[in-house]
């Protein structure tokens, strides 16, 4: 597609639920990224995929949380057992290869637990 | 510990003024810096980045100068128009945002005065 799609665009979870967001990155790029910004804070890198493997998941906050991608393409990442400190922005960016210019990012998805 | 700093959550300035953000950084490793500007309700956009072997890199109205030995950074608008109202990122990389990631700053929000 002609940007990075997330979905939802906005969720709203009871405390306990599991949630999934999704990441459809630009057609080509090979790398992608999720990050998290919550209130008043800057972006927390959280996991960075380059094609479907994982190599580094160090940011990823807890053992609640976990990743996918299939392939060179979409990326869902699941959050178990949410908590309210989990209420954030969660930010996908993709790119060809890892080149820090390059990044685009997505619109986000708005999580709020309640 | 926050290895990107901004120190100025917001800056008030004049239409056609020069806008001037600051950041600095801790992490010695960092090789490779970068600007990014985000509206509400959308994903953060690239700007301008500067590789360490380098003091300067100017793209139009945006120019980014890099201190290294003050470990200190600066982004400037001249002339500084309405649309660049927005939070801006500084962002660094220790492998060029690869394996990685990007680590953020938390932001300065810049408003332009008409």
């Known amino acids: 597609g002609a940007g990075v799609s997330q979905s939802p665009s906005n969720k709203v979870t009871e405390k306990g639920k599991d949630v999934e967001l999704r990441c459809d990155p630009i057609s080509g790029h090979t790398a992608l990224y999720w990050y998290r910004q919550r209130l008043g804070q800057g972006l927390e890198f959280l996991i960075y995929?380059?094609?479907?493997?994982?190599?580094?998941k160090s940011g990823l906050p807890s053992d609640r949380f976990s990743a996918e991608r299939t392939g060179e393409s979409v990326s869902t990442l699941t959050i178990q057992r949410t908590q309210q400190e989990d209420s954030a922005v969660y930010l996908c960016?993709?790119?060809?290869?890892?080149?820090?210019?390059?990044?685009?990012f997505g619109s986000g998805t708005r999580l709020t637990v309640v | 510990d926050q290895q990107v700093k901004q120190n100025s959550p917001s800056l008030s300035v004049q239409e056609g003024r020069i806008s001037i953000l600051n950041c600095d950084y801790t992490?010695?490793?960092?090789?490779?810096f970068l600007w990014y500007k985000k509206y509400p309700a959308e994903g953060p956009t690239f700007l301008i980045s500067i590789s360490s072997i380098k003091d300067k890199n100017e793209d139009g109205r945006f120019t980014v100068f890099l201190n290294k030995s003050a470990k200190h950074l600066s982004l400037h608008i001249v002339p500084s128009q309405p649309g660049d109202s927005a939070v801006y990122f500084c962002a660094a990389s220790a492998s060029r945002g690869g394996a990685d990631g990007l680590t953020f700053g938390k932001g300065t929000h810049l408003i332009i005065q008409p």
């Open positions: 992490n010695s490793m960092f090789d490779y």
């Open positions: 995929f380059q094609g479907n493997s994982a190599p580094d």
């Open positions: 960016a993709s790119s060809f290869g890892g080149q820090g210019g390059g990044y685009t």
